[in-house]
Protein backbone atom coordinates (compact mmCIF):
# COMPACT_ATOMS: atom_id res chain seq x y z
CA UNK A 1 0.00 0.00 0.00
CA UNK A 2 0.96 3.46 -1.20
CA UNK A 3 0.88 6.07 2.01
CA UNK A 4 1.41 9.78 1.83
CA UNK A 5 1.25 11.50 5.27
CA UNK A 6 -0.04 15.02 5.23
CA UNK A 7 -0.97 17.88 7.80
CA UNK A 8 2.64 18.36 9.38
CA UNK A 9 3.57 22.60 10.28
CA UNK A 10 4.04 24.37 12.96
CA UNK A 11 2.08 24.41 16.26
CA UNK A 12 1.97 26.27 19.39
CA UNK A 13 3.04 24.33 22.62
CA UNK A 14 -0.36 23.28 24.61
CA UNK A 15 -2.34 23.14 21.46
CA UNK A 16 -3.34 20.85 18.80
CA UNK A 17 -2.96 19.46 15.66
CA UNK A 18 -3.85 16.36 13.09
CA UNK A 19 -1.73 14.63 10.86
CA UNK A 20 -3.74 12.74 8.17
CA UNK A 21 -2.14 9.77 5.84
CA UNK A 22 -3.64 8.45 2.92
CA UNK A 23 -3.46 4.89 1.74
CA UNK A 24 -3.85 4.06 -1.67
CA UNK A 25 -2.85 0.61 -3.73
CA UNK A 26 -4.63 -1.89 -1.93
CA UNK A 27 -7.23 -2.99 0.59
CA UNK A 28 -6.79 -0.69 3.33
CA UNK A 29 -9.18 -1.82 5.77
CA UNK A 30 -7.13 -5.36 6.61
CA UNK A 31 -3.87 -3.26 7.69
CA UNK A 32 -2.47 -2.37 10.47
CA UNK A 33 -1.00 1.12 10.88
CA UNK A 34 0.57 2.76 12.51
CA UNK A 35 2.13 6.15 13.41
CA UNK A 36 5.45 7.15 14.47
CA UNK A 37 7.81 10.03 15.30
CA UNK A 38 11.86 10.26 14.66
CA UNK A 39 14.11 13.25 15.05
CA UNK A 40 17.48 13.81 14.50
CA UNK A 41 19.88 11.63 16.02
CA UNK A 42 17.33 9.10 17.50
CA UNK A 43 16.02 6.23 16.75
CA UNK A 44 12.19 6.22 15.39
CA UNK A 45 9.71 6.12 17.77
CA UNK A 46 6.06 4.12 17.94
CA UNK A 47 3.43 6.67 18.86
CA UNK A 48 0.24 4.72 18.22
CA UNK A 49 -1.20 1.51 16.34
CA UNK A 50 -4.72 0.87 15.31
CA UNK A 51 -5.15 -2.57 13.95
CA UNK A 52 -8.11 -3.68 11.47
CA UNK A 53 -11.04 -3.48 14.29
CA UNK A 54 -10.14 -0.12 15.54
CA UNK A 55 -8.45 -1.27 18.39
CA UNK A 56 -5.68 1.07 19.27
CA UNK A 57 -2.59 0.73 21.30
CA UNK A 58 -0.30 3.67 22.67
CA UNK A 59 3.16 3.71 24.25
CA UNK A 60 2.74 4.96 27.98
CA UNK A 61 5.31 8.00 27.26
CA UNK A 62 1.77 9.65 24.87
CA UNK A 63 -0.85 7.68 26.45
CA UNK A 64 -4.07 10.48 26.24
CA UNK A 65 -2.13 13.09 24.53
CA UNK A 66 -2.02 11.04 21.29
CA UNK A 67 -4.84 9.31 19.65
CA UNK A 68 -4.86 7.38 16.32
CA UNK A 69 -8.28 6.69 14.02
CA UNK A 70 -8.83 5.87 10.53
CA UNK A 71 -11.21 6.28 8.20
CA UNK A 72 -12.01 3.06 5.72
CA UNK A 73 -14.11 4.93 3.70
CA UNK A 74 -12.28 7.82 3.08
CA UNK A 75 -8.85 5.13 3.03
CA UNK A 76 -7.42 7.53 5.62
CA UNK A 77 -5.24 7.29 8.85
CA UNK A 78 -5.28 9.82 11.72
CA UNK A 79 -3.01 11.36 14.32
CA UNK A 80 -5.04 13.72 16.57
CA UNK A 81 -1.98 15.27 19.08
CA UNK A 82 -3.23 17.27 22.40
CA UNK A 83 -1.76 19.29 24.90
CA UNK A 84 1.36 19.61 22.38
CA UNK A 85 5.17 19.88 23.73
CA UNK A 86 8.23 21.25 22.07
CA UNK A 87 9.22 17.21 22.42
CA UNK A 88 6.79 16.74 20.23
CA UNK A 89 8.56 18.05 17.54
CA UNK A 90 10.04 15.97 14.57
CA UNK A 91 9.32 13.87 11.55
CA UNK A 92 6.05 12.09 11.55
CA UNK A 93 5.74 9.12 9.61
CA UNK A 94 2.56 6.33 8.84
CA UNK A 95 2.84 3.07 8.45
CA UNK A 96 1.06 -0.23 7.24
CA UNK A 97 1.46 -4.10 6.97
CA UNK A 98 -1.37 -6.43 6.03
CA UNK A 99 -2.35 -8.40 9.18
CA UNK A 100 -4.89 -8.21 11.60
CA UNK A 101 -2.94 -9.43 14.71
CA UNK A 102 0.10 -8.50 16.89
CA UNK A 103 -0.35 -4.43 15.71
CA UNK A 104 0.98 -3.34 18.85
CA UNK A 105 2.98 0.38 19.47
CA UNK A 106 5.74 -1.52 21.54
CA UNK A 107 9.41 -1.37 20.88
CA UNK A 108 9.07 -4.12 18.07
CA UNK A 109 6.23 -2.09 16.00
CA UNK A 110 8.75 -0.53 13.53
CA UNK A 111 10.32 -3.74 12.24
CA UNK A 112 6.78 -5.52 11.52
CA UNK A 113 5.63 -3.18 9.08
CA UNK A 114 6.22 -3.10 5.52
CA UNK A 115 5.00 0.00 3.82
CA UNK A 116 5.82 3.60 4.94
CA UNK A 117 5.04 7.10 4.23
CA UNK A 118 7.67 10.06 3.30
CA UNK A 119 7.45 11.85 6.82
CA UNK A 120 5.39 15.30 7.48
CA UNK A 121 7.86 17.80 10.09
CA UNK A 122 5.79 19.17 12.68
CA UNK A 123 7.73 21.66 14.65
CA UNK A 124 5.78 23.03 18.14
CA UNK A 125 7.14 26.31 19.65
CA UNK A 126 7.59 26.51 23.48
Known amino acids: VKLVESGGGSAQAGGSHRLSCLAS????????MGWFRQVPGKQREALASINSYGYTTYPDSVQGRLIISRDNAKNTLYLQMNRLRPEDSGMYYCAADQRSLGCIADETFEASLDDWGQGTQVTVSP
Open 25 to 32: GHTYTSYC
